[in-house]
């Protein structure tokens, strides 16, 4: 009897060692097929990292080659690259009887009066010439009747890129004045506080000539309210159209961007990232502020439609709502309702969230009146 017992509790110990034996070599089973998965979910991380850098390594060679090729495109219409003496005008930097492409001459054909002009260029008060780079800010500034908010925008813009980023960008302030008493503030004001952004070449500025407007809107502007208001929309639009054709030739894109606002910071990465990711190049254009035509990123090789179809409805409409036509008449089927339209192309016209530009102006650049519109971080 005790001899038995002993057998079974010997067979209990046998089955005790193998079943523990045996959870050991399940466990160990698990725990390498555990590390298995983890190594292979590591490798597929670790692909999937590869093939992001490769597709980024591509894309900016792609913008590279474009930019080369942009440089190659526009050599002819450099001179050598001595910056202009501050403070000083430059007067047309190409001779008359050069036969040189200008992007202005457009101009002729929807302003008439202009065709008496000879050749129609900006005053370039502060400029390096630099071009080939990817993107464009345009500025365009006016004085208001209290306060300039155009240093803190500035220090915003350039304060919240990288190195690599300003120097892969030019920002263009076009003074849209004729009151020499704030062109000259602003100049003074940006060959003070801006001065590595000057020598750099990434800080330029303009001014639009006098010559450009036409005597209607001069009109306009003294007589009734009702009719300033209406000479400010009109000369909104010239402003900007003139501001977009010295900006187009420089870069591969253009940002649209006023003198009272804010950028969110790292807003420029934010930009770059996002262009870089949309995988189709058939967009026509990216809202990176829902506010009127702050921060509306173009293409610089279509603003030549949208600043035709500016021109040709300059005396109608104010310019944001000009883009909004624009986008129907060239997205929109006939008998297609425009809430469908904007449905079916969210692809095309693409927005941003949230948005990288506050508006901070209260002080109107419309004289005599103030406005809190704002454009909320969300």
């Known amino acids: 009897s005790s001899m038995r017992a002993k057998q079974v509790n010997l067979m209990m110990a046998l089955i005790a060692v193998m079943l523990f034996s045996f959870s050991c070599f399940c466990i ?28 980024n390594k591509t894309e900016r060679n792609r ?14 219409r450099q001179s050598v690259d001595v910056p202009v003496k501050l403070g000083e005008k430059e007067v047309n930097t190409l001779d008359k009887n050069e036969t040189v492409f200008n992007t202005f001459e457009v101009l002729k054909f929807f302003l008439p009066h202009l065709r008496k002009v000879g050749r129609i260029y900006p005053d370039v008060i502060i400029s ?23 240093k803190q925008t500035l220090t915003s813009l350039v304060s919240r890129m990288t190195l690599s980023e300003e120097k892969n960008s030019v920002v263009i302030v076009s003074i849209a004045d004729s009151n020499e008493e704030y062109s000259k503030s602003v100049v003074d004001m940006i060959t003070k506080k801006f001065k590595r952004q000057v020598k750099s070449g990434s800080l330029e500025v303009i001014s639009i000539p006098a010559f450009f407007y036409p005597d209607t809107l001069h009109a306009m502007q003294s007589a009734e309210d009702s009719q300033k208001l209406e000479s400010w929309r009109i000369k909104q639009v010239l402003d900007f159209c003139f501001l977009m054709l010295y900006a187009q030739p420089k870069a591969m894109y253009y ?59 300059y005396k109608d409409k104010p310019i944001d709502w000009l883009l ?26 693409i927005r941003y969230k949230p948005s990288l530009f506050q508006h901070v102006g209260i002080q109107s650049s419309r004289l005599g009146t103030e406005q809190y519109l704002k454009d909320i971080y969300y």
């Open 63 to 76: 913008q590279e080659l474009m930019e080369a090729l942009s440089r190659m495109k526009y050599d002819n």
């Open 128 to 150: 390096k010439k630099k071009e080939g780079v990817s993107f464009a800010l345009g500025i365009s500034t006016v004085k208001r009747r209290n306060h300039s908010y155009l």
């Open 324 to 349: 909004a036509d624009i986008f129907q008449v060239k997205m929109c089927t006939p008998g297609e309702t425009p809430e469908k339209c904007v449905e079916r192309n969210k692809q095309i016209r």
């Open 255 to 313: 940002l649209q961007l006023e003198d009272d606002i804010i950028a969110k910071k790292m807003y420029f990465t934010k930009i770059i990232d996002f262009v870089h990711s949309i995988t189709s190049n058939n967009w026509f254009y990216i809202e990176f502020s829902v506010l009127g035509f702050i921060g509306k990123l173009f293409k610089s090789e279509d603003l030549t439609d949208f600043i035709q179809f500016f021109l040709m409805f």
């Open 28 to 55: 160990y089973r698990m725990t390498q097929t555990s590390n298995q998965l983890i190594n292979c979910r590591n490798h597929i991380l670790e692909f999937k990292e590869n093939f992001l850098r490769l597709k």
